[in-house]
């Protein structure tokens, strides 16, 4: 069984940055892609970044010049810096694994940004 487990989250105001880490543990043969979601009250849930185990990052245009994914393959670890914080960015951010056809998410990390 794969866990994840985040951390970084935190209070912070605007123009501030937060950087998320996020370690998965258990049985990982090998993973598809690393990534970043967040949920905002009332909102769905949205694909902040991603990153291959090639290297390749895809963002969404609200985090484009702002935020900046990486990741440990070797240690199964993604992390998200995030810059210039907006209080837009205030949500819930999960991580998320893709393994095989499978997809493992992290309990989530609160973000509140104070305008």
């Known amino acids: 069984q794969v866990q994840l487990v985040e951390s970084g989250g935190g209070l912070v105001q605007a123009g501030g940055s937060l950087r998320l880490s996020c370690a998965a543990s258990?049985?990982?043969?090998?993973?598809?892609?690393m990534g970043w979601y967040r949920q905002a009250p009332g909102k769905q849930r949205e694909l902040v970044a991603a990153i291959t185990s090639g290297g390749s990052t895809n963002y969404a245009d609200s985090a484009k010049g702002r935020f900046t994914i990486s990741g440990d393959n070797a240690e199964n670890t993604v992390y998200l810096q995030m810059n210039g914080l907006m209080a837009e960015d205030t949500a819930v951010y999960y991580c998320?694994?893709?393994?095989?056809?499978?997809?493992?998410w992290g309990e989530g990390t609160l973000v509140t940004v104070s305008s």
């Open positions: 258990g049985v990982i043969v090998r993973f598809n892609t």
């Open positions: 998320n694994f893709k393994i095989a056809n499978l997809d493992f």
